[in-house]
């Protein structure tokens, strides 16, 4: 089943806080917060891009 463009951007959403919550418990310490935003951007991208 297609996935919509809401379903895409939910998924996105969910992935960029999973991912902030999970850099911020073991990684923050040695990199910074900005890379899992970049992260988090580049994959919500391919996501609502590629579907």
Request: aromatic share 14%; no cysteine; charged share 15%.
């Amino acid at each position: 089943m297609p996935t919509r463009i809401g379903d895409r951007i939910f998924i996105s959403v969910v992935l960029f806080v999973a991912i902030h919550l999970l850099w911020m418990r073991f990684l923050e310490h040695y990199l910074n917060l900005l890379v899992a935003t970049v992260i988090s951007v580049v994959l919500a991208f391919f996501i609502i891009k590629k579907g």
